[in-house]
DNA sequence: TTGTAAGCGTTATCAC
DNA sequence: GTGATAACGCTTACAA
């Protein structure tokens, strides 16, 4: 039962260098003027010593934690939401813990906060906010903090801090092109019933690059909150799909507004008899794996992850070596919008008609 | 510019409840003896000032850190490995989350930690580390952590601390039972060459059940190191497959060991002319969204990831409110082994002939 | 250039 | 029961 030697403190790097810990703080941190010989010898004693600094004693000290948080959304009352999004933000969690680490900063993922106070007692000076809503029940928590932050996917209330998000425009805009490029004249648009910002916008999107076009839109609804599964919400949009396949005007390029919509239009498509892309073109407004792994595969938009994360802790944490003046980072500009460029992946829902 | 109103302390709660700052901690923690009257004063003041315990400063004099980090595997030298379990890694971190709040601690994403002082420097008192592999870069890091420790996924040395692991040898019975149940005489594996532990276990089992009954197993073994996408990796499978499938005497149900595997099966069989479960069954090992996916669905071993995590901590943090003596948690055995029990998800891939 | 000392917010020790 | 006081390990005026 050994005890465990304790790590080495800046007093023991101090005691053995024969200086004081000012020195030591110092020479480490290159802040204060320390004679260039001092230096290297603290720092050797330090390396020898295996001396590492306590973060919770600087955090301490400096008043800050060093740490960003995650914030996931409530679980919603659709008994879909979590079901629906789960992988996507196991993803963003990883990907926003390597941008985090990358501005020296470690990542944590609170699941639910329920009271200010909660959120408080981590002491986050930074936080980035997935996926705000309308009547998010997050407001009051977040409105109390004191918390630097960004918001990722679009703030209806525009208040609490920038927001990133993917330039679903920019993605409309290039998938309208590409389906058009591929033969289409008229559209269809498959679009849940969420109260994610995105869909209203996506709509909008559609329906003005039509409208400048003269090109013919069909909008079908999918109500969400009948379904309990994704092949549940599948299926209802494949309900969807049907009638507007069946229809005499027939759209030829339909375009599913969540990420299990496309395969339930191919389905709807195979049990009409038409082929795909052949007859109908079809594609999705977000990218996954369903997407990849369907039979045909369905072009979708990508909406590059990394790049809003990365933008997210820039935004964040960008000048913070240039400025020493305030907390660190830019000036966090509420209702500021970063859109990040997406790209289209091309698959052969689309393409071969062959 | 108004100063942000600093959050409250002790000391101020102190002030305003005209008590010493020992008797606040005392009232609000519930631990030394102060009269009923003066802790329900005390905590009265302390709702009404918004006062909240700062974790960082509690930390630093209790010398524990109130959080668990989450060690991701480091991106081995296989192209794929990333890509393969990217999303896997992402459901453990949010699951991860949410058991790791259950037990008042939060969650650190540590993606790929270099040297153990910047390990060290988190001051983690527990670590989570995910898939230890045989000569995994990670060790020599780790054994100069005084962390505790459970790995997830078997420690090929068994010397850092407890594993938990799925009961995989549990499900690869249940799933060898189901496909002779469905009629399966001769069984064939695709085996990924991979370094986790896992898949000599999981061919390990298969051997004993097949050896137990007099049952002919074939092996085949898919060589990943060529593969850089997880569409390669199916197709390698495929191929593998189709020699299988090609043999006079070809095996009628086969399973593949990795999440990509089954539907390269599916496709050797479709090539050949075979229908699936018609003339050959097919499963895996790890369910996914492929699985749930494929055309047909793919028969698969649910691996339980929220019970796994949830034993891990567990054991990191069972009898802290019983026991006050250590650390906190019971002692944790270096090559003790949790099982957690898995179950069969069972698709379309095995059953209906018809 | 270096050292002294105060302070960050909390809990633990030990008097009263 | 309650309250000084000293840690915890670090940073940073301010002095020397």
């Not at 969807?240 to 395969?263: K, N, Q, S, Y």
């Amino acid at each position: 039962m050994n005890k465990v030697p304790a790590r080495p403190t800046v007093a023991d790097v101090a005691r053995v260098a024969g200086v004081s810990r000012t020195t030591v703080s110092h020479a480490l941190s290159g802040k204060g003027r320390v004679d260039a010989r001092t230096r290297s010898h603290v720092q050797q004693v330090a390396a020898e010593l295996g001396y590492v600094p306590s973060r919770t004693a600087r955090n301490l000290a400096l008043g800050r934690s060093d740490t960003v948080g995650l914030l996931l959304p409530q679980v919603a009352h659709l008994p879909l939401d979590e079901l629906l999004r789960s992988d996507w933000y196991g993803r963003v969690a990883v990907i926003a813990s390597q941008e985090a680490l990358r501005h020296q900063r470690a990542l944590t993922i609170l699941p639910a906060v329920h009271d200010p106070g909660e959120l408080a007692s981590f002491g986050l000076d930074a936080l980035v906010v997935l996926d705000p809503m309308a009547h998010d029940p997050r407001w009051p928590v977040l409105r109390a903090s004191s918390a630097r932050m960004v918001l990722l996917g679009r703030d209806p209330a525009g208040i609490l801090g920038p927001s990133v998000i993917p330039d679903l425009d920019q993605g409309i805009t290039i998938l309208m092109d590409h389906l058009a490029a591929c033969g289409a004249r008229t559209y269809g648009v498959i679009a849940p019933d969420i109260p994610w910002a995105s869909t209203p916008a996506s709509i909008e999107s559609t329906e003005q690059w039509c409208a400048q076009r003269g090109a013919e839109l069909r909008i079908g609804h999918v109500r969400l909150a009948d379904c309990r599964t994704r092949e549940e919400a599948a299926a209802a949009a494949q309900d969807v799909a049907m009638t507007m396949l069946r229809a005499p005007d027939r759209p030829d390029a339909l375009i599913g507004l969540l990420e299990d919509f496309g395969r339930g239009v191919i389905a709807a498509a195979r049990s009409l008899g038409l082929s795909v892309p052949g007859d109908v073109l079809v594609a999705q407004d977000v990218d996954g794996i369903h997407a990849q792994l369907s039979d045909p595969p369905i072009t979708a938009i990508e909406l590059n992850l990394p790049a809003q994360l990365a933008a997210a802790m820039d935004l964040l944490f960008a000048q913070e070596r240039t400025v020493q003046a305030t907390s660190g980072g830019r000036e966090l500009v509420a209702d500021e919008v970063i859109t990040v460029p997406v790209s289209l992946a091309v698959r052969a829902s689309t393409v071969g008609k062959a």
